[in-house]
Nanobody, 122 residues
Framework: QVELVESGGGLAQAGGSLRLSCAASGRTFSSYNMGWFRQAPGNERQFVAAISRRGGFTNVADSVKGRFTISRDNAKNTVYLQMNSLKPEDTAVYYC???????????????WGQGTQVTVSS
């Protein structure tokens, strides 16, 4: 069982930056591939980025490529999403998730956080 708690969301202006964190409970964090997703009102949940167990591989959605960076610190049981050059269309609830499946993750994630709101004003 893994519990995920996101933090770092809030209000930012277009062009600004935010860094999201996702803290995981348990001693097996490094055995999970981790991902970030987002969901805007009325839209389906959308993949944002993923990182492999030891951080050697990453995958980022085209819509955020060059602006968002995913990273992790296994010693701190935490995964991060650095968001730069924010746009109003980045406004959404952001969720982190953990997957026990191999890399790249092509099947469902096993555990989800409760989400953190990111709002970008123009």
């Amino acid at each position: 069982q893994v519990e995920l708690v996101e933090s770092g969301g809030g209000l930012a202006q277009a062009g600004g930056s935010l860094r999201l964190s996702c803290a995981a409970s348990g001693r097996t964090f490094s055995s999970y591939n981790m991902g970030w997703f987002r969901q805007a009102p009325g839209n389906e949940r959308q993949f944002v980025a993923a990182i492999s167990r030891r951080g050697g591989f990453t995958n980022v959605a085209d819509s955020v490529k060059g602006r968002f960076t995913i990273s992790r610190d296994n010693a701190k049981n935490t995964v991060y999403l650095q968001m730069n050059s924010l746009k109003p269309e980045d406004t959404a609830v952001y969720y982190c998730a953990a997957a026990s499946a191999g890399w790249p993750v092509t099947v469902g994630y096993d555990y989800w956080g409760q989400g953190t709101q990111v709002t970008v004003s123009s």
